[in-house]
């Protein structure tokens, strides 16, 4: 049979190469196109409304002719409609298949030459039932996939020309370009019935096998969990093909790890129901990150993990005097610690915290004894600190949340038994995002951090077997609850000889290390030493110590680079030689006595020093002058020593006459430096009784005390370093409170020796020593 189609064909005819679909007679559809593209389909009137669609074959030759498929699809075009962005949209009819002779022009419209495509087709018994059987098996395609409008399956069940019928069907089937392009090709209508057929074979058996899954699948779970159902669907799937899902092995290894983790078995029930989410979520969800990385934290946190603990207290102590000069109450509290650890082996950690100015070694002690219990050393700054967040971590809620430092540090470390140090807990910051002291209360109390909990893990974990050491230069600024949670032990400065001990034992050896002068070390005098403590150092530590000795060194490692013969040891004059002139001198012993000038002794953040307090008096209405960054408190002191000497002016041999119309001016050296506290009530009101009474200050005696308005002299802090600075700067006498008489026994024997030490309950008792005449 032959398909009869009347059609008015010029001879030549505009054409357009397709790339990405097929067009097929009886076949209605629409291209959006750009405006070049349009070209072709605009001059399709002038050639019957007729323009040629042929597939572009995937090898290109750079000519037209050759490129193309040899059959395409004669089209008309029903409408072409101008898009208000850009481009146009045009709708096109296929009408019959065509065979391309040549290509007229390519240029600007490529025209070619081309002939029908003949279809013959005899009806016959085998036409009949395919046609038949292509019509049943689209009904069960259709009834297991997307249906077709209602018109198209009229259509269909009209068609009996084999032919139309596989055209038709073949736009249903879902087939790669190059299926579609082989269909067109197939000139023979019951061939390419056959070929369609089998096609759509393939398509209901792929529909079938999905629908028995579907069908599995809703057994398992209610039709409302539409994301476990396409999850479940993959996992038949793939059991089907007999592969394995990756994702379905990465929780199987989480779950692995969880059972390897020894948690706790309330956190182990909370890590098991995360798990049970993950697996729900899809891996393109943040939420699966989210969760992934809680996971993997939990995993990895030392629930159980501890490191040994070296119970040999001989062998540790040896390990620490190895390691730190004197500081023998620090050393006596960790080997009280490992004796009671050699008897219970459970025990609570302590929470240290160790208080003096810089440079005295707070933090290297720290590593000491890390060393010395063989445990892992952690160490965070919290000076400046403002983020309660940074202690306690952010809740999940958040993005980019993590846990705080503590968590953080101690999952690093993978112990869950190692020494925390928490350095500069004096310089710790407050402001809207709450307050990190706070947050550490819980972490530094041995009551409460058996359940430590963090905002983000939000399971509790035990603390108990940390030890915990805090440091800072003063204990002032410490908030008083976190204060009273730690065992406060005071690291005072280093006298002379033990800054000597010191840099004989490690800091030469270190700095000699340091700058290369291993094979060739040299040595260095005792003199030395004490002229570079003397002259070139005024601290408490050891820190710009330490820093001389190697610019020392430095200097002969120069020498011995410039061919310079080495130096065979540094001497004091050699000192001199390098480091330049004296930067520091004895302030005392270079000065001498005067009216309204007394020597006090101060305590700062850095260790002792001295103050020389001056005061004069010149004509005005009595008032109170008060220079030199004084704090608030000075201030008061100063004002209550004028009050005691003014009244009792007569005992002290000072007409009264002379506070009349008088303004006193009392001002305190190096007055860019704040300055502050009590102990200088003493000192001020021997300043005031030497300028009216006309007696010069002992410069070589220096007092420290806070006075009442009584004239009764008050304990003060720090006794110490004040005696350590007085003897620095050459002080004969130390005046000091009686009540402070006990803090003797911690100054060094033979600095009590080169000291007289006078101990007062009265300022009257001070005048008499510190005034002379």
């Given at each position: 049979m032959t398909e009869n189609i009347t059609i008015n064909m010029p001879e030549i005819v505009p054409l357009y190469p397709l790339r990405e679909i097929i067009a097929f007679p009886y076949m209605v559809f629409t291209m959006f196109l750009k405006h070049e593209d349009l070209l072709p389909f605009e001059e399709a009137v002038l050639f019957n409304n007729l323009v040629a669609l042929v597939k572009i074959k995937d090898e290109t030759t750079g000519e037209l002719l050759a490129d193309l498929h040899e059959i395409g699809t004669l089209c008309k075009v029903v409408s072409i409609s101008k898009l208000p962005q850009e481009g146009a949209k045009v709708v096109l009819e296929g009408v019959i298949r065509v065979r391309v002779l040549a290509i007229v022009q390519q240029t600007p419209v490529a025209l070619s030459r081309l002939e029908p495509v003949r279809e013959f087709a005899e009806k016959s018994m085998v036409s009949e039932a395919?046609?038949?059987?292509l019509n049943a098996l689209l009904k069960i395609a259709l009834s297991y996939g997307r249906p077709l409008p209602d018109d198209v399956m009229k259509m269909i069940d009209f068609i009996d020309n084999p032919a139309r019928l596989s055209d038709l069907v073949a736009l249903y089937l879902n087939l790669p370009v190059d299926e579609l392009q082989k269909l067109l090709?197939?000139?023979?209508?019951?061939?390419?019935?056959?070929?369609?057929?089998?096609?759509?074979?393939?398509?209901?058996?792929?529909?079938?096998?999905?629908?028995e899954v579907q069908a599995e699948v809703t057994k398992k779970v209610g039709k409302s969990q539409k994301e476990f159902l396409l999850r479940e669907q993959m996992k038949q799937i793939q059991e089907e093909l007999g592969e394995e899902d990756s994702r379905t092995g990465e929780v199987n290894e989480l779950r692995h790890k969880l059972e390897r983790a020894k948690m706790p078995e309330e956190v182990y029930k909370i890590a098991e129901k995360e798990l049970k989410r993950l697996e729900r979520i899809n891996p393109a969800s943040p939420e699966y990150t989210v969760s992934r990385t809680y996971l993997d934290y939990l995993i990895a946190i030392p629930w159980q993990t501890s490191t040994p603990d070296n119970k040999d207290i001989n062998q540790a102590e040896k390990v620490l005097n190895e390691d730190h000069y004197d500081l023998k109450k620090v050393k006596e509290r960790i080997l009280e610690y490992l004796a009671v650890r050699t008897l219970k082996e459970k025990t609570k950690g302590p929470i240290l915290c160790f208080v003096g100015p810089p440079g005295v070694g707070k933090t290297s002690l720290g590593k000491s004894i890390a060393r010395t219990l063989g445990r892992k050393f952690i160490r965070i700054s919290l000076g400046g600190m403002r983020d309660e967040a940074e202690i306690r971590g952010h809740r999940r809620t958040y993005i980019g949340a993590l846990p705080g430092r503590i968590i953080q540090e101690i999952n690093r470390a993978g112990s869950n038994n190692p020494i925390f140090m928490l350095d500069e807990v004096d310089k710790i910051g407050v402001d809207f995002r709450g307050d990190p002291a706070s947050a550490l209360l819980e972490v530094l109390d041995p009551e409460q951090n058996f359940s430590f909990t963090d905002h983000y893990l939000d399971v509790p974990f035990d603390l108990t077997s940390v030890m915990f050491i805090t440091t800072a230069n003063l204990l002032d600024p410490i908030p008083a609850p976190l204060k009273d949670r730690m065992e406060v032990i005071t690291l005072t400065g280093y006298t002379d000889e033990e800054k000597l001990n010191i840099a004989k034992k490690y800091l030469v050896q270190r700095e000699i290390e340091e700058n290369g002068l291993s094979a060739n070390p040299i040595a260095f005098t005792d003199e030395a030493i004490m002229r570079i403590i003397h002259d070139y150092t005024r601290e408490a530590g050891v820190r710009n110590l330490q820093?001389?000795?190697?610019?020392?060194?430095?200097?002969?490692?120069?020498?011995?680079?410039q061919g310079k013969t080495a130096r065979p040891e540094i001497t004091q004059e050699v000192v001199s030689e390098l480091l330049g002139p004296q930067r520091f001198f004895d302030e005392v012993a270079a000065e001498k006595d005067r009216v309204g000038v007394a020597t006090g002794l101060a305590w700062t953040e850095s260790g002792g020093d001295i103050i020389f307090i001056e005061a004069t008096k010149m004509k005005g209405k009595g008032d109170l002058i008060l220079t030199g960054s004084l704090g608030e408190v000075m201030k008061e002191s100063a004002r209550a020593a004028l009050s005691f000497v003014q009244a009792n002016s007569d005992e002290f041999g000072i007409p009264k006459k002379d506070f009349d119309n008088t303004t006193i001016h009392i001002h305190v050296p190096a007055g860019s430096i704040p300055k502050d506290g009590p102990s200088a009530g003493v000192t001020m009101a021997t300043t005031l009784v030497s300028l009216f009474s006309g007696r010069p200050a002992r410069r070589d005696v220096a007092m420290t005390g806070e006075m009442s308005l009584t004239g009764r002299v008050l304990a003060i802090g720090g006794l110490k370093e004040k005696v350590l600075a007085a003897r620095r700067a050459g002080v004969k006498t130390v005046v000091a409170p009686a009540k402070n008489r006990k803090d003797l026994d911690d100054i060094p024997d033979n600095v009590k020796e080169e000291l007289e030490f006078l101990f007062v309950e009265d300022v009257r008792e001070v005048l008499e020593h510190a005034l002379n005449g």
């Open positions: 395919l046609v038949g059987s090709e197939t000139i023979d209508p019951l061939e390419r019935l056959k070929k369609v057929y089998m096609h759509l074979t393939n398509e209901v058996q792929r529909l079938q096998i999905k629908g820093r001389n000795i190697a610019s020392v060194i430095r200097k002969v490692v120069k020498e011995i680079a």
